[in-house]
């Protein structure tokens, strides 16, 4: 079945420094690449999304690059602040099928 | 809009009792999914719906129900519940075409079974 492992479980980075995080998966036929963020207290929100066709997304600081042939997805954080300090999720999705799977999360934190 | 709204925001069971978590949206979202959140292993997926009528199970199914009777409401059952089911359970919905499938969590439901 589908599987997606993400790295690295917490991330310490200095006000300023970029932030990656990466994921791999199995199933060949993820078609949907999101990131959420969860903040304390509340549920996942999306920040960024990706599909199959697509090799690199930008929204302002957060990117995304996937490679499909490697099966590989990453996070890019530019210039992190203190408020990006959250645990983010990687998904996978086939949307033929309407199931997402999830990464185990990484937590980040943003030191000032 | 409201969005997603779950209830209760908080609940205490005792081994075997049962309940019913509520998940209601007001986007008019197709796909509706129950997911658990424990420490460490992120979100695992219990039950989905891709439809009014239609369910299906999802990773860890076993010891859950739903049923989707309405396009806006998708609960939760649990039957009898145990120890291990004490967790965070978070709803989500989307549009669920092939072009938008951006998924919006409640704010979630934090269960402690005693």
């Known amino acids: 079945g589908e599987n997606v492992e993400q790295h690295p479980s917490t991330l310490s980075v200095q006000e300023g420094d970029s932030a990656v995080i990466k994921c791999t998966y199995s199933?060949?036929?993820?078609?949907?690449f999101p990131w959420y963020k969860q903040e304390l207290g509340k549920g996942p929100q999306l920040i960024i999304d990706?599909?199959?066709?697509?090799g690199e997304k930008k929204d302002q600081r957060i990117a995304v690059t996937l490679n499909k042939t490697a099966k590989h997805f990453s996070l890019h954080i530019t210039e992190t602040q203190p408020e990006d300090s959250a645990v983010y999720f990687c998904?996978?999705?086939?949307?033929?099928?309407?199931?997402?799977?999830f990464g185990d999360g990484t937590t980040l934190t943003v030191k000032p | 809009n409201a969005g997603v709204t779950q209830t209760p925001k908080f609940q205490v069971l005792k081994t075997g009792q049962s309940m019913t978590l509520q998940c209601a949206q007001d986007?008019?979202?197709?796909?509706m999914s129950w997911y658990r959140q424990d420490p460490g292993m992120g979100l695992r997926l219990i039950h989905y719906s891709v439809g009014a009528g239609i369910t299906d199970q999802g990773e860890v199914p076993n010891g859950y129900n739903v049923s989707r009777s309405t396009t806006e409401d998708f609960p939760l059952r649990l039957l009898s519940a145990a120890p291990s089911q004490t967790s965070v359970y978070f709803c989500?919905?989307?549009?669920?075409?092939?072009?938008?499938?951006?998924?919006?969590f409640g704010q979630g439901t934090r269960l402690t079974v005693v």
């Open positions: 990706i599909r199959s066709n697509v």
């Open positions: 998904a996978i999705e086939n949307t033929n099928a309407g199931k997402s799977t």
């Open positions: 199933d060949s036929a993820s078609n949907y």
């Open positions: 986007m008019n979202h197709e796909y």
């Open positions: 989500a919905s989307s549009l669920g075409t092939r072009l938008n499938t951006e998924a919006f």
